[in-house]
Nanobody
Framework: QVQLVESGGGLVQAGDSLRLSCAAS??????IGWFRQAPGKEREGVSC????????YYADSVKGRFTISRDNAKIAVYLQMNSLKPEDTAVYYC???????????????????WGQGTQVTVSS
């Protein structure tokens, strides 16, 4: 079994920064993805990283503003979010999967385990 715990959310103003953390435990972790869901909207893949190789991917909506990174020793993944916009307001989730999948994905169906989420609110 895998446990994922997100932290770092909060209320900020437009243009501010936040760093989200995802701490993983339980079994080998090969990839972690960050997703977000705003009220009334579908879940959106934000970014992902393959733990061993470090390949990263970003949604177009966050490219140039968000940076995903990993700490293999701690089995933690971070999402540095800069130049935040009101449209970034959402609950942010991290996710991982049971087996090695050859990288990572921004598709939610690729993942098996999800954290409980952390709220990010950006005021204008």
């Amino acid at each position: 079994q895998v446990q994922l715990v997100e932290s770092g959310g909060g209320l900020v103003q437009a243009g501010d920064s936040l760093r989200l953390s995802c701490a993983a435990s339980g079994r080998s972790i090969y990839a972690i993805g960050w997703f977000r869901q705003a009220p009334g909207k579908e879940r959106e893949g934000v970014s992902c990283i393959s733990i061993r190789v470090g390949n990263t991917y970003y949604a177009d909506s966050v490219k140039g503003r968000f940076t995903i990174s990993r700490d293999n020793a701690k089995i933690a993944v971070y999402l540095q979010m800069n130049s935040l916009k009101p449209e970034d307001t959402a609950v942010y989730y991290c996710a991982t999967r049971r087996a090695y999948g050859g990288g990572c994905s921004l598709e939610g169906s690729w993942y098996n385990y999800w954290g409980q989420g952390t709220q990010v609110t950006v005021s204008s």
